[in-house]
Each structure stands twice: as C-alpha cells, then as structure tokens.
T-cell receptor, first 117, second 114 residues
C-alpha cells in the first residue's frame, strides 16, 4: 500500500500558487519522494523528485521538511491545464542487480487539484 | 520531446480471447513497465522489465500475463485468456534512471472485455 497521505481534493484559483501537501512519516533514509500527476485518463506524468533538499524545476518546486516526514509540491502559477490528480510517492532506488537506480511506483489515491478560473 | 507510444488506443475483445498490447518505449531507455488502471481506481503496477527479463512483478501479473521485447524496440503485454475484470487502461512506461529520475508513460490502451 501507499506510504503517503494526501488530501483527497483541493481547489486553487488560476494564477495563484498551488501548494499540495503530503505526509510520509514512515519514510526511510534511502527513500526518495516523487511527484507524478495524471490529467484526466492520460498516463501519469513525472513532475519532480527529492531526497533531502528542496528542489525546483521548470514545472514545480518541492519542499521537504528537515525530518523528511512531509513535503509540499508547489505549482507557482497554476493554470487550468494543471487540473489533475497529483500523486506523492516514496520509493527506494534499487541497487545494481535489480536495475540500478530504478524504483517502483506505488500509486495511492492522490489529490485531485481543481484549478478554477 | 520523446514519447512512449502505445497501440491500439482502444481494444474491445471477447472474454477468453488473447490480446496483445503494444508499446514503443523511448529509444535509449533501458527500463520498461506495465501498469493498469481499472476505471475509477488506482494505478497499479504489473511488471518491470530490464536487461531482457522480468525484474519484478506484482500479484496481479499471474500466468495469464506475459511480456516480451521481440525486436529491441517494441515492448508487448500479452493477456492469454481475457476475463471481464481485465477491462482497464493499460499504461506502458519506460525510464533511464541513470540519466533522468522520471519515468515516461504512454497515453494508454483502453481494454474492454465483453
């Protein structure tokens, strides 16, 4: 089962920042936090990942608390096209024998983000 | 931007028939996956494939299922004798975690078993 807890749904006004929280209190030291999203019935889309430090890319920022028990995905200027289900996933990267660096995605129910005009 | 291509986009089959779902992963990717999503439910892991063999599979991936990379470019999922409960969206994904941490998913094949 998923090791994360996310709110079922959130609304955000278009143009405002969307802050999506995730609790992962049982995360272990070698597990990464990954965020994916699924727009309607399309395939999931990778957004960002992190281990300890905050991360930023062209899509979003990821803030991880110092104790690593929770994180927040930030979409700085939400648009209507950001309406989707957002999944926070923790997973360990595998060693050389089973596929160096690969990780398994265990999807929970995610947060349904609705961006409102 | 490179894409994972899945065909067909929609397949309808009769119960008991065999189906093959096809995927063309991104060309320099080394890791390949199948996931499925029953309507209204979570995305579920089926199988991962690396170095021309299955590296992990879930409890869902029983003897009814098989995967193959027949020609070095295609990656297929075969369901031998379909059941009504196999109706779902099937997503293929590929990755190259030594270069990029994210997996790229295809747009899926909607399988309907009647």
């Amino acid at each position: 089962d998923a090791k994360t807890t996310q709110p079922t749904s959130m609304d955000c006004a278009e143009g405002r920042a969307a802050n999506l929280p995730c609790n992962h209190s049982t995360i272990s030291g070698n597990e990464y936090v990954y965020w994916y999203r699924q727009i309607h019935s399309q395939g999931p889309q990778y957004i960002i990942h992190g281990l300890k430090n905050n991360e930023t890319n062209e899509m979003a920022s990821l803030i991880i608390t110092e104790d690593r028990k929770s994180s927040t995905l930030i979409l700085p200027h939400a648009t209507l096209r950001d309406t989707a289900v957002y999944y926070c996933i923790v997973s360990e990267r595998k060693g050389r024998e089973s596929g160096a660096g690969s990780y398994q995605l265990t999807f929970g129910k995610g947060t349904k983000l609705s961006v409102i005009p | 931007e490179p894409e994972v291509t899945q065909t067909p986009s929609h397949q309808v089959t009769q119960m008991g028939q065999e189906v093959i779902l096809r995927c063309v992963p991104i060309s320099n990717h080394l890791y390949f996956y199948w996931y499925r999503q029953i309507l209204g439910q979570k995305v579920e892991f089926l199988v991962s494939f690396y170095n021309n063999e299955i590296s992990e599979k879930s409890e869902i991936f029983d003897d009814q299922f098989s995967v193959e990379r027949p020609d070095g470019s295609n990656f297929t999922l075969k369901i031998r004798s379909t059941k009504l409960e196999d109706s779902a969206m099937y997503f293929c994904a590929s990755g190259r975690p030594d270069i990029s941490y994210g997996y790229t998913f295809g747009s899926g094949t909607r399988l309907t078993v009647v």
